[in-house]
């Protein structure tokens, strides 16, 4: 990692249901040190506390023991700050507010005058191509169009990191590819840190710079995997040996990973 | 990972509901009480306003006044107490409610299974039906006794149909969108096996409605409350306790208390009659997941 | 299945499409009309049972004057009442959805209580503010709508989807922002269906505490002494016009609920 570091996690643990018998360790351990302008999946079984881990980061959830630095702060203070912007499985977008008013919404909150919003939210809809829907409501767009428009929420307020939950988990097969492209693209374009949690090992591979394998019960860091496939990667790059390999190569330490050999 | 609420949460939420809801009527039943002491001391006027609600004890009497008058005889050189007359009057009301109740409920459901299949005749009744509800049914009410004295049916019978009037609309409703419910998957399980509308009717639609028609049944109990005293208030004659309502209002310069006596009776009754509906809805769903 | 609904669809097709949908109506309503008037005139049903719409008509006409005066001392207590139910229930809710762990306890009493007759509260009420009192019969309406819109209220406002919230955390937004940018959205359709169903309560509140005595220009009053007489033909059409009172009520917090929610009447259309 020639980068500096934008968010580095150092002995984290998480423990749910602490001190009761049905205490679980959902991470254990876990030392993460993410460059700046990375694209880093973190990759496991379901389980694994790939989630907690990103909504430890994000300071949705508070670790047990350890400390998090998030650009050179306390998550607390990242997220007060909004040095990131989030996109959950869900869209989860405003139905009482049109598409333009719920990318608006981050820089409302925020405290922006309204005409700074309204010109940085169509900004970043034609980011993610959507301008000629600015006046949708939510219910109109399909499943697909929405998770845009979270993306662009997202993004709004220009944050120097993304952390995406399994953005793309609810979509069909051919609306993710679509997808997968058009992030690598705005990732390419913003420069943007990427966070990115997936159950997927090819979409991890396509998308990554970096692989973060993690193994369940506990939840553990067991592997890192670089991915230095080159730029710009389109469609055919899914059909090069170098990429059979690579996937080849994640799978082999998922499977690795102590907990699946236990269970198998 | 969401924590999983304990097992023991349900049983301690049952415990304590009931709690919360009496420290609630305690705190309701503090409010009047201070409020009477407040306006007694300051003779119902605050920088020389008078205050809303006059205090003195004929308009606001003790709690305890009106508790207390409950087992005072319920006539001057009556032997039975005013809470055995209001009961027995109470009962005469559920009775009238519980049957109105029965025949809305049925004619709901049977309307629900019509509109379910006969696609026409939902399209240009059901908004009618809806219109009809924005109609304050109970004006119709003094019209329904009539009727009734008319075919010389007992005065019973008519407070029974306005009961059911008001009762049968959310059983409708409810039911129609609960007979609606089962999704896609389901309906196209049923039809791979061979299943014909009554078998899909009876196996799959009404146990899928059960939820949805309770919760009209709940509305509809309510509902065959007030539609049997608002009837009663239009009978001329007879029983029940819209009429012990209406008389002590007529005495109520005589014992204040004995109206709001009356009153409340009518609305624990009220209460009641919904909450053992609430208990059978239990009883019944027992098996199924907590909504 | 990517299902894509852009734009409303113009104006002609609408318009086909919404003069399809209210065929049926219109004619349900012409088939009822003329199959009443001439089952009365076939079976020649004395008009003490069942007037025919003509006779209803000519009873409305003729007594025209007295219908709307009565109309008028009973719309405006339901107004009145509408209006303190529903700013008492959104006020109360406001504050009790403040504290999460009074909220539970304060909403299962107002579910009980909302259980109880509240019309028997009329003669109370009669007694508090004066029999002739505009007060009294809106007091009534009042409490009756209060309840719903109390309940409802509450609900929408703690009812947040978890995603919601977590997006405003996200965003480190504070108790002001989630207020305003989520909550109150979140409980308006809430507060709407409970404000249709408080129309047809306050409306029921008011005819009923008109039977407990006040002025006899009354529309409930109206109805019970035509009934009496019996003038059944004058009777139903006092009863048309509080229906039609009912219904012009629930059209303008139908027509209020479109302006204010345009993201909604899409899920109206495709419930019905």
Redesign the interface.
């Known amino acids: 990692m020639a980068e500096p570091a934008i968010i580095s996690v150092r002995g984290v643990n998480k423990v749910f249901n602490g001190g009761s018998d049905r205490a679980v360790t959902a991470l254990q351990d876990i030392d993460l040190t993410l460059g700046r302008g990375e694209f880093i999946s973190l990759l496991g079984p379901s389980g694994c506390g790939k989630s907690t881990l990103l909504r430890v980061m994000a300071d949705l959830t508070a670790p047990t023991s350890g400390t998090v630095t998030v650009n050179g702060k306390t998550p607390g203070a990242a997220r007060a700050d909004r040095d990131y912007g989030m996109v959950f499985q869900q869209a989860g977008l405003f139905e009482w507010r049109s598409v333009l008013r719920n990318v608006e919404l981050p820089l409302q909150v925020a405290g922006a005058k309204k005409e700074v919003h309204r010109a940085k939210a169509m900004e970043m809809l034609e980011l993610v191509r959507l301008s000629e829907f600015a006046g949708h409501y939510p219910w109109q767009l399909s499943g697909g169009m929405q998770q845009r428009v979270a993306i662009a929420r997202a993004l709004s307020t220009d944050p120097e990191i993304l952390f995406m939950d399994e953005p793309l988990g609810a979509l069909d097969e051919m609306n993710r590819e679509r997808l997968q492209g058009e992030l690598l693209r705005i990732w390419g374009d913003t420069r943007t840190t990427v966070v990115f949690v997936t159950h997927s090992i090819s979409e991890a591979v396509f998308l990554s710079s970096r692989v973060v394998v993690m193994s369940a019960r506990p939840g553990r860091v067991a592997a890192c995997i670089d991915v230095d496939l080159p730029h710009p990667r389109t469609a055919e790059t899914r059909t090069t040996p170098e990429f059979f390999e690579k996937v080849k190569e994640v799978r082999e330490a998922l499977h690795g990973a102590p907990s699946e050999q236990a269970a198998a | 990972m969401p924590r999983e609420p304990g097992r023991g949460g349900a049983l301690v939420r049952r415990l304590t509901d009931p709690l919360g809801t009496l420290l609630v009527v305690a705190v309701l039943a503090g409010l009047w009480e201070g409020y009477k002491a407040f306006g007694r001391a300051v003779d119902d006027r605050i920088l020389g306003i008078g205050l809303p609600v006059a205090t003195d004890d004929l308009s606001m009497p003790h709690l305890w006044t009106i508790v207390g008058s409950l087992t005072a005889p319920a006539r001057a050189g009556d032997t039975t107490s005013l809470a055995v007359y209001l009961v027995g009057e109470t009962t005469v009301t559920l009775r009238e409610a519980l049957y109105g109740l029965a025949a809305g409920s049925l004619l709901g459901l049977a309307l629900a299974v019509l509109f379910l299949h006969v696609t026409p005749v939902s399209k240009g009744l059901m908004p009618w039906l809806v219109a009809s509800q924005t109609v304050p049914l109970v004006a119709i009410a003094p019209m329904i006794v009539i009727w009734g004295g008319k075919a010389g049916l007992p005065p019973w019978v008519a407070v029974t149909g306005i009961a059911a009037y008001l009762a049968f609309f959310p059983v409708t409703i409810n039911s129609l969108r609960g007979l609606k419910s089962p999704p896609k998957v389901q309906l196209d399980f049923m039809r791979s096996v061979g299943a014909g509308r009554a078998r899909v009717l009876w196996s799959l639609r009404f146990p899928a409605a059960l939820p949805y028609v309770f919760a009209g049944l709940r509305l509809a109990a309510t509902a065959s409350v007030v539609g049997a005293i608002v009837g009663e208030l239009s009978a001329g004659t007879g029983r029940g306790i819209g009429r012990a309502i209406l008389t002590s209002a007529y005495y109520y310069s005589n014992g204040p208390e004995k109206l709001y006596a009356a009153v409340l009776v009518a609305a624990i009754a009220g209460i009641l009659f919904v909450q053992v509906l609430a208990l059978l809805e239990r009883f019944a769903l027992r098996h199924r997941h907590a909504r | 299945?990517?299902?894509?609904?852009?734009?409303r669809p113009a104006g002609g097709p609408a318009l086909k499409a919404r003069a399809l949908?209210f065929t049926?109506?219109a004619?349900?309503?012409v088939i009822?009309l003329s199959l009443w008037q001439a089952a009365i005139t076939l079976f020649d049903v004395p008009v003490?049972?069942m007037p025919t719409p003509v006779m209803i008509a000519e009873a409305f006409q003729h007594d025209f004057g007295t219908i709307m005066s009565a109309s008028r001392s009973t719309v405006e207590p339901v107004l009145l009442g509408l209006v303190m139910g529903s700013l008492g229930g959104v006020a109360v809710a406001l504050v009790v959805s403040r504290f999460p762990r009074l909220s539970?306890?304060?909403l299962?009493?107002a579910v009980?209580?909302?259980?109880?007759?509240i019309?028997?509260?009329a003669?109370?009420f009669?007694?508090?503010?004066g029999v002739t009192s505009l007060l009294s019969k809106a007091g009534v309406a009042a409490v009756m709508v209060f309840f719903p819109v109390f309940v409802n209220t509450t609900r929408g406002l703690l009812q947040i989807?978890p995603?919601?919230l977590?997006?405003?955390?996200?965003?480190?937004?504070g108790p002001r922002?989630v207020a305003f940018?989520?909550r109150l959205?979140?409980a308006?359709p809430f507060v709407f269906n409970a404000l249709k169903l408080g129309?047809?309560l306050a409306?029921?509140g008011v005819?009923?505490s008109e039977?407990?005595g006040g002025s006899t220009e009354a529309?409930?009053v109206y109805?019970?002494y035509q009934?009496?007489l019996?003038r059944?033909d004058y009777?139903?059409a006092?009863?048309l016009v509080?229906?039609a009172i009912?219904?012009g009520?629930?059209g303008a917090v139908t027509l209020l609920e479109r302006i204010l929610?345009?993201?909604?009447d899409?899920?109206h259309e495709e419930k019905s």
């Open positions: 299945m990517s299902t894509l609904r852009l734009s949908r049926p109506v004619l349900t309503a009822l003490f049972i539970g306890p304060v299962n009493t009980l209580i909302n259980c109880a007759p019309v028997a509260l003669p109370i009669n007694n508090w503010f989807a995603l919601h977590e997006i405003m955390e996200s965003l480190a937004a922002q940018l989520l959205p979140n308006l129309t047809t409306v029921i005819i009923v039977y407990f529309l409930g109805i019970a009934a009496a019996p059944f009777a139903w006092g009863i509080s229906g009912g219904l009520l629930f929610m345009p993201w909604h899409s899920l």
